[in-house]
């Protein structure tokens, strides 16, 4: 007697047909989980931030994920109550995400397989919280700050943006009439196919290279998009976290006018500086062995005869000592 096959799960027919699970770990209402289980820092860094800055319960909040690969952070923010868009480009991702959906009877969750180069607020309406992790710098550039303004219509309260950031400027080009700084990125090899490319769950779409910008280049961009504050969200700690990988929290708000200053109201806010920002406080600032020694044995007379001499030749900083804290010398 040949023994009948034995039936296979929804899981396992999800697998053959789109492959396994390749970064998100999401625990099943038996209690496996989608993949071997590990902890993901950043999905705690997310879910902390937005929960600490978006300002009335989760529940209440209406979230949109992009990119959302296996959509474990849309199902966290669904498994909070919260009503969940994700968005994502490749049908065997959209697949996963809605198995585990389905598995756990998340209703107010629902995922769209489109391109994020598509987001508008006409066609996908507003969001309280917003999500963008994984997925900036796998754009070229002008198509990200198109991304940029496609979030800030789409939001009405917070951006949350994970992504890699350039070191140093390397190549610079032109978007929304700006100069933009950072580095290309490869994604694809051009002679690839779009089946090819396809397959490749973690790089983008179509788009061969991408634009890492540097941090002020991104800083600019996100104040040009219209939001009104940004901050970098360092708690939840993430161990092993790369130097070049942030975690940004942008705010739309509106624009504060100052009222005890008008100096302060019209001011030009301008852009932040490319490069490394080397303002610091004289007394941090390294001095060699001839300066301690001419501070030491010098007399204060000719310390202070000299010191105009050396400001004026820039070999010191101005003087910004308050006068109430200047010692009389009579």
């Known amino acids: 007697m040949i023994d009948a096959p034995m039936a296979i799960t929804e899981f396992e027919r999800i697998v053959q047909r789109h492959g396994p699970w390749t970064a998100m770990a999401i625990k099943l209402p038996d209690g496996s989980y989608t ?5 993901d820092h950043r999905l705690r860094r ?11 319960p989760l529940s209440q909040c209406r979230v949109l994920d992009l990119a959302c690969l296996e959509g474990h952070y849309a199902i966290e923010f669904a498994l909070h109550g919260a009503e969940v868009v994700g968005i994502e480009g490749r049908e065997a991702s959209v697949a996963k995400c809605n198995f585990v959906k389905d598995a756990l009877g998340l209703d107010r969750a629902t995922f769209v397989q489109d391109d994020v180069r598509n987001l508008s607020r006409e066609k996908y309406g ?11 710098y796998h754009l070229p550039a002008e198509d990200a700050y198109r991304l940029l303004e496609a979030m800030h219509e789409t939001c009405s ?7 890699f950031i350039a070191l140093s400027s390397q190549r610079t080009v032109e978007v929304h009439g700006a100069t933009r700084h ?3 990125y490869g994604e694809h090899d051009p002679t690839e196919t779009a089946e090819e490319k396809k397959k490749k769950l973690w790089a983008s779409l179509d788009n061969d290279a991408s634009f ?19 901050t970098e969200i360092l ?19 509106k624009r504060v006018e100052v009222l005890s200053s008008e100096p302060t109201q019209h001011a030009t806010q301008g852009e932040v500086p490319e490069g490394p920002n080397r303002n610091v406080d004289p ?20 310390k202070d005869a000299i010191k105009p001499v050396l400001r004026a030749f820039r070999l010191l900083p101005p003087d910004t000592t308050p006068q109430f804290q200047v010692k009389s010398r009579r």
């Not at 708690?235 to 708000?253: C, F, N, V, W």
Request: aromatic share 10%; net charge positive.
């Open 235 to 253: 708690l939840p700690s993430m161990p092993g976290m790369m130097a070049d990988r942030k975690t940004y929290l942008a705010m739309k708000g």
């Open 182 to 184: 950072g580095h290309v």
């Open 46 to 56: 997310i879910l902390q931030a937005a929960s600490d800055f978006v300002g009335k």
């Open 283 to 302: 007394s941090q600032r390294p001095t060699g062995p001839i300066f301690h020694a001419a501070k030491r044995w010098l007399p204060q007379p000719v």
């Open 35 to 39: 993949r071997e289980p590990n902890p």
């Open 126 to 136: 507003v969001f309280d919280i917003v999500i963008c992790s994984g997925l900036f």
């Open 157 to 163: 309260g917070i951006l949350i943006l994970d992504t």
């Open 212 to 230: 890492w910008f540097t941090e002020p280049s991104l800083i600019n961009m996100l104040n040009s998009a219209g939001f009104s504050s940004m």
